[in-house]
């Protein structure tokens, strides 16, 4: 059976660094700064730097807990 293919993304899948920070509680330049390091998962387009709201998802619901 062939994969399905895959979906297409949306305005409202597709995050900013601002919006990020704001789900986060974070500083957006330590967003940035996390995106620079691969901590998040992050598509640089020319100067900008974009967030796929499920990658996102993801690396918060993927982390176990510390305490």
Known sequence: PAA???E?????DVMTGREVAALLHA????VEDW???NILPSVKIGRR???IRQNIEGVLTSRTPTH
């Open 4 to 6: 399905a293919p895959p």
């Open 49 to 51: 730097r974009l967030y």
């Open 27 to 30: 500083p957006v330049s330590t």
């Open 8 to 12: 297409r993304l949306t305005a409202a």
């Open 35 to 37: 995106a620079r390091r």
